[in-house]
């Protein structure tokens, strides 16, 4: 067989000359909202399960939920919650083929951030 000259370069470009963007970054936070609120799911049944159950099952669940521990889990659940949805109603929107160009993109990406933080921060004074 003939010898084949290599030449040598990288299979791929490496991750770390990407810089990050508003899109990728939005769109990674959508996924990692997602799956975070697999487990705030389950604490919520399990609360309200333990309020079927038993006066002592819901007093220990609602004791932690109530907990310093707990306002800080639910704001940040909320969080999720808040911005999870505005990915998908981001996504609704591109689907429907509105909002595609690169600026609105981007200034859809930073409102998603924002409009959860706010919405956050209405749902704890009101609460």
């Given at each position: 067989?003939?010898?084949?000259?290599?030449?040598?370069?990288?299979?791929?470009?490496?991750?770390?000359?990407?810089?990050?963007?508003?899109?990728?970054?939005?769109?990674?936070?959508?996924?990692?909202?997602?799956?975070?609120?697999?487990?705030?799911?389950?604490?919520?049944?399990?609360?309200?399960?333990?309020?079927?159950?038993?006066?002592?099952?819901?007093?220990?669940i609602d004791?932690?939920?109530?907990?310093?521990?707990?306002?800080?889990?639910?704001?940040?659940?909320?969080?999720?919650?808040?911005?999870?949805?505005?990915?998908?109603?981001?996504h609704v929107?591109?689907?429907?083929?509105?909002?595609?160009?690169?600026?609105?993109?981007?200034?859809?990406?930073?409102?998603?951030?924002?409009g959860a933080?706010?919405?956050?921060?209405?749902?704890?004074?009101?609460?």
């Open positions: 067989m003939a010898d084949v000259k290599r030449i040598e370069r990288p299979l791929s470009p490496h991750l770390s000359i990407y810089r990050p963007q508003m899109t990728s970054v939005s769109s990674i936070m959508v996924r990692i909202t997602g799956i975070a609120l697999i487990p705030i799911t389950a604490i919520v049944v399990w609360w309200l399960l333990a309020a079927a159950i038993s006066e002592t099952a819901f007093a220990f004791g932690l939920m109530r907990s310093w521990l707990g306002d800080l889990f639910l704001i940040a659940a909320s969080w999720a919650a808040y911005y999870h949805m505005l990915g998908r109603l981001r929107i591109w689907d429907f083929g509105y909002c595609l160009e690169i600026n609105v993109a981007l200034k859809l990406g930073a409102g998603m951030f924002i933080t706010v919405l956050t921060i209405l749902t704890a004074l009101i609460v």
